[in-house]
């Protein structure tokens, strides 16, 4: 390689780095600002221009009157309880489902997996007036299982299992059945271990969308007691008269969890060399 192809390979990795540094900032920039404002004092002026990201006089009182004020922990614990069962529960039925549809043989097989894929299309929009006169009618309104409902099981998490299914090397499955393994037997002990990571993945999703859901239990819950942390957050803005600073404060409380179990376990969320999507 001659030094001047040296010089413009050396540039095109530097101006591709600073293209990508240039996008990490911009998408970057809302959460630091809102971190920003968090932190900073009834007398800073949070709308400035241009906006001032280090807070002159840093403070935690914000976060202090904002747990203070309202039942933050309550909130807390409502969403850490709904979105853990959701999990559970979305884990343990999207791979009862998709277990059939990628290691059993029967009519009709590939037209239910078809069907269940095209429903990713339809916006929850159209179905949420269904679902809440469903919830309605069979006692879950107002109810930690009624906001779990919708999300006991999805089409991308039946995908991704039967995916991952599909993948575990058929002699693992003869192996079983010839050592007298059930069906059930085979599901759990088997082939549930083997597509582990694509379980985490799963979760991480699931947690992540039903950690941070606002629309569902805003329409399914009125007891405050039952309100999670994106419906606590809401109530800041008519409590304390649209302050931006306990409003940032209230948020980043609850996106803080998120933020920590994505950065444990985005290891995860990979592509490995055969395209799976998961990471053995």
Not at 6 to 26: E, K, T, V
Not at 233 to 238: I, M, N, R
Request: aromatic share 12%; with cysteine; hydrophobic share 55%.
């Amino acid at each position: 390689m001659t030094n001047l192809q040296h010089h413009q390979s050396r540039l095109q990795i530097l101006g591709m780095y600073g293209l990508l540094g240039a996008i990490a900032i911009l998408t970057l920039f809302p959460l630091l600002w809102l971190i920003s404002t968090s932190l900073k004092s009834p007398t800073e002026n949070i709308l400035q221009s241009p906006p001032q990201l280090l807070p002159s006089q840093p403070t935690l009182d914000n976060f202090s009157h904002v747990w203070q004020s309202l039942p933050f922990a309550q909130y807390l614990y409502n969403s850490t309880l709904v979105a853990l069962l959701t999990v559970a529960l979305n884990l343990l039925f999207c791979a009862l489902a998709a277990y059939p549809l990628a290691r059993l043989s029967f009519w009709g097989r590939d037209w239910i997996f078809t069907a269940i894929v095209a429903t990713i299309m339809i916006p929850f929009q159209i179905v949420m007036i269904p679902l809440y006169i469903l919830t309605v009618q069979i006692g879950l309104r107002n109810t930690y299982l009624g906001m779990i409902f919708p999300s006991l099981a999805s089409a991308f998490g039946i995908f991704l299992l039967r995916q991952a299914f599909m993948s575990v090397p058929k002699e693992i499955e003869e192996a079983a059945r010839m050592d007298g393994s059930s069906e059930l037997g085979l599901w759990w002990f088997i082939m549930l271990p083997a597509i582990r990571p694509a379980l985490v993945t799963l979760a991480i999703f699931v947690f992540i969308g039903s950690w941070s859901d606002f629309l569902w239990p805003l329409i399914v819950i009125q007891d405050e007691s039952l309100y999670t942390l994106p419906l606590g957050v809401a109530k800041l803005a008519g409590t304390f008269s649209l302050d931006w600073r306990l409003v940032a404060a209230g948020s980043v409380i609850s996106i803080a969890p998120v933020l920590v179990l994505f950065l444990f376990l985005q290891r995860y969320i990979v592509p490995t060399e055969t395209g799976s999507g998961v990471k053995g």
